[in-house]
């Protein structure tokens, strides 16, 4: 009996491509953050994946503290007008956290797998 030989391979690799946690080929998501029913390479159930509110919690922390203080270094720097202002805030506020979503839920629900975490239950 031959059983299939997986490596361990880096949450943080596979999270960021989007790729399944045991084989690093198949895909995670099926859109833009609808995860697939299992992947398409080795055939690994995605339904322990939950990454609930974390990843967009962890990327608009990012983005607000990345976004508000460029704002403001930008305005005590250079004092622009409001509509440069505006140039930058719309891409940093609107654009980033769209960017960095999908990567960092695909990080959570890899780093999820690789340990092995799963919903708590009580004990009777």
Request: proline share 6%; hydrophobic share 45%; glycine share 12%.
């Amino acid at each position: 009996m031959t059983e299939n030989f997986y490596p361990d391979i880096s949450p943080f690799k596979t999270g960021l491509a989007g790729k399944c946690p045991r084989c690093g080929r198949g895909k995670l998501f099926n859109g833009y953050l609808t995860v697939a029913k299992s992947c398409t390479n080795c055939g690994l159930s995605f339904s322990f994946a939950d990454a609930g509110d974390g990843a967009a919690w962890f990327v608009l922390l990012f983005v607000c503290v990345f976004g508000v203080g460029s704002i403001l270094g930008i305005e005590v720097a250079y004092s622009p007008p409001f509509w440069v202002h505006v140039l930058i805030a719309i891409p940093v506020l609107i654009i980033l956290p769209m960017v960095l979503l999908r990567p960092v839920k695909g990080m959570f629900l890899c780093q999820q797998w690789k340990m092995g975490a799963r919903e708590g239950r009580q004990e009777k």
